[in-house]
C-alpha cells in the first residue's frame, strides 16, 4: 500500500496553502461531503501530526458522514497525508480509489449508484456531483459508446494534481459501482479554472 508511518514533513501541505489567496480560509462557498475525509483517515495507521488548528481539528473529530466540509480543508488534509504516509502519490491514489469504492458501498450512496447503468450514472453526473461538492460543477461534454467527457469547473488553484486525480480515482469508483468492468479515467485537458476527464469502460 505504501504507507511509510515515519515521515512527517509537511512540505506538499504548505506548498498548496501557500498558493491560495487566503490559506486556509480561501474558497469557503466550495464544499465537500465529509464521507470520504472520514474513509482516508479510518484507512491510516495513526493520526496526521503537526497539522494547522483547522485541521487537526478535522481529524481530532471528523464530522458526520453527511457532512459538509470546505474543500480548501479536504485538499489540504490529502496533501498533508500524503507527505506523511505514503511513498508516492501513486500509492495514496490507490487508497483513495479503495476508500471512494468504500464511501459508495454505504446504505447512503449504494442507492445513488448500484441501481444504474454506467450510461446512466454519466448522463446524470452533473446533477450527481452536487450529491458531493458544492461550490464547483460538473459539466457533461460527451457520453457515448462506453466513453464519456466530464469537465469540472473548480476556482483556480482549489484542486492540486493530487486532488485532480483523486477526483478521477472518484470517477472511476462510481463507475465501477455501477456494474462497469475495466473502468479507466484520464485527465484530458487542464485549465485554470476547469478540468476534463475522459472515462472509458466495458
Not at 481539528?57 to 490529502?78: G, K
Not at 469540472?152 to 480515482?169: A, D, E, I, K, N
Amino acid at each position: 500500500m505504501g504507507v511509510d508511518a515515519e515521515r512527517s514533513s509537511h512540505r506538499r501541505l504548505e506548498e498548496y496553502v501557500g498558493a491560495l489567496p487566503r490559506g486556509l480560509d480561501s474558497f469557503p462557498e466550495c464544499q465537500i461531503k465529509a464521507g470520504f475525509c472520514r474513509e482516508l483517515l479510518a484507512a491510516l495507521p495513526r493520526a496526521p501530526a503537526g497539522l494547522p488548528a483547522p485541521l487537526a481539528d478535522l481529524v481530532a473529530a471528523p464530522p458526520p458522514i453527511s457532512s459538509w466540509i470546505p474543500e480548501v480543508h479536504h485538499q489540504a488534509l490529502v496533501e498533508a497525508i500524503v507527505d506523511e504516509f505514503y511513498d508516492s502519490r501513486d500509492a495514496y491514489l490507490e487508497v483513495a480509489y479503495a476508500c471512494q469504492r468504500r464511501l459508495f458501498s454505504t446504505r447512503i450512496y449504494a442507492p445513488l449508484l448500484q441501481l444504474v447503468s454506467p450510461e446512466r450514472l454519466l448522463r446524470q453526473a452533473a446533477k450527481r456531483w452536487g450529491n458531493f461538492h458544492r461550490g464547483t460543477s460538473l459539466e457533461v461534454l460527451e457520453e457515448g459508446d462506453h466513453v464519456a467527457q466530464l469537465r469540472v469547473l473548480h476556482p483556480p488553484r482549489l484542486f492540486t494534481r493530487t486532488g485532480l486525480r483523486s477526483l478521477g480515482s472518484g470517477f472511476r469508483a462510481a463507475v465501477d459501482a455501477s456494474r462497469a468492468q475495466t473502468c479507466a479515467v484520464e485527465i484530458c485537458a487542464r485549465h485554470l479554472g476547469s478540468t476534463t476527464f475522459e472515462i472509458r469502460w466495458s
